[in-house]
């Protein structure tokens, strides 16, 4: 759990949050900096393995909603509870997580190089007995991709913690030549639909806050 009242630039003020964040990405933690959003951070510990036959947008969804109950349940401190989910869907509606090894991120950028795949990301809103969610899709294209690209920017670090594989906010944006459909919902967040819902829950946002 983070010091309460983190806002814009990662800085602390004695101000109680008005939101708590189901998620430890330092990602979305960001994004709702950005948003101006004074918030608490207490990350969701679940199982995130796909049901049988369970649909990229299913499961972001259900993943999305889950996160934020279970922290409203552990918190129980009344405040609005965000929880967030993305994947990345491959070929054949293949839901691809955080590469666990070299060879497993290899085979997920070799299997998106040169094409088109979709990343879906799932917000819900949580309080008390109210409980709002929003999915949204994005089409990333990758150019083709060599092995020895794919070797090097294993060893940078930067895939380990990654759906996909890739980040489209740092190394990995070399990769990319379009995206169709929101940007920041590919890093982790969905700003235009995320701040619909702040304002549906009266959270304080920086175009907001008086």
């Known amino acids: 759990m983070t010091a309460s009242g983190e806002l814009p630039g990662g800085g602390s003020t004695a101000r109680s949050p008005d939101l708590i964040l189901a998620s430890a990405s ?3 933690a960001e994004l709702l900096r950005t948003m101006g959003v004074c918030f608490e951070v207490v990350p969701a510990n679940l199982d995130e393995t ?7 947008a299913a499961h ?6 889950a996160k934020a109950r279970a922290v409203q349940l552990g918190t ?3 405040l609005p509870v965000l929880g967030a989910d993305t994947t990345v869907i ?3 509606e293949q839901l691809l997580g955080k590469p666990r090894s070299e060879a497993e991120a290899m085979a997920m950028l070799q299997a998106l190089s040169g094409g088109t795949h979709q990343v879906c990301t799932a917000i ?4 008390g007995n109210r409980e709002v969610a929003v999915t949204v899709a994005t089409a990333v294209t990758l150019r083709t991709l060599s092995a020895a690209e794919c070797h090097a920017y294993w060893r940078s670090g930067e895939p380990a913690d990654k759906a996909g594989g890739y980040a489209l906010q740092g190394l990995g944006s070399v990769f990319v030549t379009h995206i169709e459909g929101s940007y920041s919902a590919v890093i982790g ?3 235009a639909e995320t701040y619909t819902l702040l304002q ?8 907001t806050r008086a």
């Open 50 to 56: 796909p049901l049988p036959g369970e649909s990229g």
């Open 76 to 78: 129980a401190t009344g």
């Open 26 to 28: 330092p990602r979305r």
């Open 189 to 191: 967040l969905p700003m």
């Open 124 to 127: 819900a809103l949580v309080q």
């Open 60 to 65: 972001v969804a259900r993943l999305a909603r």
């Open 200 to 207: 549906e829950f009266c959270v304080p946002t920086g175009l």
């Open 90 to 92: 491959g070929d054949g």
